[in-house]
């Protein structure tokens, strides 16, 4: 299994930036895909995640702001997020259960400037 993500980066609060994550060696179209973050000296939390079926979840201090969505021909889930601020500094993972294991991307860094 392997899960890679990419899209992070340097933005001003306000600004606009786009994950992706694409898996391979799962049967994608079945699976949960879930996107944690990782900010310095705290714990890994999970930001969002969405269904087989397209049921989406959100951290409370992402709703309105966040939207996760899937593309099972490419196998690829994407985190589109809007109006960043600097409080979303962290290293974000793309995570997916598969046969009772969890499965980490690579994280990507995402840092929002106040």
């Known amino acids: 299994v392997q899960l890679q993500a990419c899209g992070g980066g340097l933005v001003q609060a306000g600004g606009s930036l786009r994950l992706s994550c694409k898996a391979s060696?799962?049967?994608?179209?079945?699976?949960?895909m879930n996107w944690y973050r990782q900010a310095p000296g705290k714990q890994r939390d999970l930001v969002a995640n969405i269904t087989s079926g397209g049921s989406t979840n959100y951290a409370d201090s992402v709703k309105g702001r966040f939207t996760i969505t899937r593309d099972n021909v490419k196998r690829t889930a994407i985190l589109q997020m809007h109006n960043l601020e600097p409080e979303d500094t962290a290293v974000y993972y793309c995570?997916?259960?598969?046969?009772?294991?969890?499965?980490w991307g690579r994280g990507t860094l995402v840092t929002v400037s106040s």
């Open positions: 060696g799962i049967v994608f179209s079945i699976n949960t």
């Open positions: 995570n997916v259960p598969w046969r009772g294991r969890h499965y």
